[in-house]
Nanobody, 125 residues
Framework: QVQVVESGGGLVQPGGSLRLSCEAS????????IGWFRQAPGKEREGVSC????????YYADDVKGRFTISRDISKNTVFLQMNSLKPEDTGVYYC??????????????????WGQGTQVTVSS
């Protein structure tokens, strides 16, 4: 059974850092791409970053470029999202999800099939 479980969320001050983890089971990261999404209260879900199963290529939403880094450890079957220089507007529930294939429109989430339960990230002083 394909599953992903997020962890690593928490409360951090503006300018701080967090590292989220997405642990995969039931499949390997060289067969499925992984995306990170977030949803703030009262807002629609948005794509944050993703990493391709094929060659490890990475993609980012414009507002996190240069601050967030996605990576994967195939031996641990885990994808990480390192988030630096966090801002209050980064607050939300962060989800990871699997996709057999990612397209140019990956940020809308339609490429993704299996979703985790989410982990809360709160950026506040």
């Amino acid at each position: 059974q394909v599953q992903v479980v997020e962890s690593g969320g928490g409360l951090v001050q503006p300018g701080g850092s967090l590292r989220l983890s997405c642990e995969a089971s039931g499949f390997t990261l060289d067969h499925y791409s992984i995306g990170w999404f977030r949803q703030a209260p009262g807002k629609e879900r948005e794509g944050v970053s993703c990493i391709s199963s094929f060659d490890g290529s990475t993609y980012y939403a414009d507002d996190v470029k240069g601050r967030f880094t996605i990576s994967r450890d195939i031996s641990k079957n885990t994808v990480f999202l390192q988030m630096n220089s966090l801002k209050p507007e980064d607050t939300g529930v962060y989800y990871c999800a699997t996709a057999p294939l990612i397209t140019r429109l990956w940020t809308n989430g339609n490429d993704f099939e299996t979703w985790g339960q989410g982990t809360q990230v709160t950026v506040s002083s």
